[in-house]
């Protein structure tokens, strides 16, 4: 049944996009027509004017954010069941199988024997790519709007997960992606992680980030810090508006941020400001950009940076296979 309440949810959602791109594109042709009175600025496309096609166009802007939260919401509970009904085969198997590293002393081991071992996932996990910026530069604008009661201090941790250029190494084996002794290299702000990606793409990276001072709606990516918290439990929320493969603009909202750590603010602007860059979600539980945010190691990943790289050079709506 939910499998079916989910795909009603997405015949919904394709006939919304459907529909939202063919507002778009009477608004486009409205806008194209050369108006050399205030009567020419009244054509109407079906009976309807700009005005009244951009107020549809927002309509279904929320419509289809609802429908994605309910399909998002139907998968957790679908995953939550099926990982409830196969509970008791790992139980059967924890008590079964030898996974200790020590073999104690007894009469038939008269010494004790340690051992280690290493799994590699061969295939990888992977990172979703989505839809990229189209710049005829490298820069981007973000506007950060502010509740009252939000501080300078908050504000730099904000500026700081996106313009830092700072790396830091993590040891593999702490999020078991290889042997004790091997490293990787994680991120603290986007500005270093675009910047590493080796080679030109395609499109242009976003290298740059201008901030914005404005309470206005001026900038490609605006973030709301919001001091309520969310009814469906976010943390954190991001809504693109595309045309075709191409990012037109992104909206990042930031719930119940007084009552976030300086490292959880800084880990759930990383995250959702990777959705507004173009990635999808990782695979990976400790990665991230995974659905539910582990902070482990709350920075961003050499695997997403492929992802990046990946994704400007075209292939959107793709996977990133993870290295490591």
């Known amino acids: 049944m939910a499998d079916k309440s989910i795909g009603r949810l997405r015949e919904h959602l394709d006939l919304m996009k459907k529909e939202l791109s063919q507002t778009t594109d ?38 289809i954010t609802k429908i994605q939260k309910e399909i998002k919401k139907s998968r957790s509970k679908t995953l939550l069941i099926a990982e409830l009904a196969v509970l008791p085969a790992i139980f059967l198997m924890i008590m079964f199988s030898g996974v200790a590293d020590t073999v104690t002393d007894s009469p038939q081991s008269p010494t004790a024997m340690k051992t280690r071992y290493f799994t590699e996932n061969l295939r990888g996990d992977t990172v979703d790519t989505w839809k990229s910026w189209r710049l005829v530069g490298t820069t981007l604008n973000v506007n950060i709007l502010k509740s009252p009661r939000v501080t300078d201090h908050q504000l730099d941790v904000i500026r700081n997960a996106i313009a830092s250029e700072k790396t830091v190494e993590f040891d593999d084996s702490i999020v078991h992606k290889g042997p004790k002794g091997s490293t990787s290299t994680y991120y603290e702000g986007w500005a270093g992680a675009l910047k590493s990606v080796d080679g030109d793409t395609k499109y242009n990276l976003p290298t740059k980030f201008n901030f914005v001072d404005s309470s206005g709606g001026e900038g490609d990516i605006i973030i709301t810090l919001s001091n309520i918290k969310d009814s469906d439990g976010y943390t954190g929320y991001t809504k693109s508006i595309t045309e075709e493969n191409e990012i037109l603009k992104s909206f990042i909202t930031i719930y119940d941020i007084s009552n976030l750590t300086d490292e959880q603010l800084g880990t759930i602007l990383r995250h959702e400001f990777g959705h507004a860059l173009g990635l999808g979600h990782s695979t990976a539980p400790e990665d991230l950009m995974a659905p539910t945010i582990d902070m482990t190691i709350p920075y961003i ?4 940076v492929d992802a990046i790289r990946d994704l400007y050079n075209a292939n959107e709506a793709s996977q990133t296979v993870c290295k490591k």
């Open 26 to 63: 009477q608004i486009k042709l409205l806008e194209k027509k050369d108006r050399s009175t205030e009567w020419d600025a009244l054509d109407l496309v079906e009976g309807r004017t700009v005005s009244d096609l951009r107020q549809h166009e927002n309509e279904l802007v929320s419509e």
């Open 301 to 304: 990943t050499e695997c997403n």
